[in-house]
């Protein structure tokens, strides 16, 4: 990962300006996963969208409450982040449970939050699976298509799905009409196929906020990251996501954001209200 004054000094004048559209894209949306650990909803000062916890592997209809009322008191897009139904793994543990229990878990989640939201005042605004299932359904069609008819069949969809570029997921949305948007990662590293390092990697997590900004402008101004081979990937997310369960996340928040938009950056969801 390059210093962050290098990746500065790297952008012609006119990237900056959005003078040149094919260098950076004008906005990008800064997300969070949120409602998952304590403390973690003092992100929704800094993100421009926040996916809710909504009783899989964290969150309960407190957390999503509270969650929900501080998104709106910062105008911030309230999204839901069903998972698993695994809070001792976090979620983040493959359980290889049939497509359709999965689907049935995902549309209860996202009913439970829809529920909270309503009361509240507000809708969901976009749909962004959590862990090892927001990696099956890149990967597994059928998982995809049969969670997303699941959503529809509850009158929860179309519902704007955000995950990784050539997920699954996506295409599934695309062939339903359903918004799609890809999602990029300021904390995490890359392998060079543009797949996300695995967690049990060494420096697969990036552990500073400096790291995590530089990393942020690279993807927003140059289009893309270096994996951690040094070589190349081309990413262009709609949207870029700070985990709010890292050690010093709200730190790290901050840091990415200051960099984006001293670099130019406007950030705005992705997401309509």
């Avoid at 409450?65 to 839901?80: K, T, W």
């Avoid at 990393?215 to 700070?242: F, K, N, T, Y």
Wanted: charged share 20%; aromatic share 4%; with cysteine.
């Amino acid at each position: 990962m390059r210093p962050l004054n290098a990746l500065f000094d790297s952008v012609q004048p006119e990237a900056c300006s959005g003078q040149d559209e094919s260098v950076r894209p004008p906005t990008i949306d800064l997300n969070a996963d949120l409602g998952e650990v304590d403390g973690d909803l003092d992100l929704m000062a800094v993100v421009s969208s926040a996916n809710v916890a909504c009783g899989g592997h964290a969150g309960d209809t407190r957390s999503m409450a509270a969650a929900v009322e501080e998104a709106i008191a910062a105008g911030v897009r309230v999204g839901a982040h069903p998972s698993y139904p695994d809070r001792a793994g976090f979620g983040r543990v493959e359980l290889a449970l049939r497509s359709e229990e999965i689907a049935g878990v995902v549309a209860e989640q996202v009913a439970a939050l829809a529920a909270v939201a309503g009361a509240a005042g507000t809708t969901v605004s976009h749909l962004k699976l959590h862990g090892a299932l927001y990696h099956r359904a890149a990967d597994d069609a059928e998982c995809a298509e049969v969670i997303l008819q699941s959503l529809q069949d509850a009158g929860l969809g179309p519902l704007p799905v955000l995950a990784q570029p050539g997920a699954a997921m996506a295409a599934a949305a695309r062939r339903r009409g359903w918004p799609s948007f890809e999602e990029g990662f300021c904390d995490r590293a890359y392998r060079s196929d543009g797949s996300l390092a695995d967690r049990s990697e060494h420096g697969a997590v990036l552990a500073t906020p400096a790291a995590a900004a530089a990393q942020a402008v690279e993807i927003a101004v140059l289009g893309g990251v270096h994996a951690g081979d040094g070589s190349w990937v081309p990413l262009r997310p709609a949207s870029l996501c700070v985990h709010g369960d890292s050690p010093g996340a709200l730190q790290m928040a901050r840091a990415v954001r200051h960099a984006l938009e001293d670099a130019g950056v406007v950030i705005a969801p992705f997401s309509e209200p």
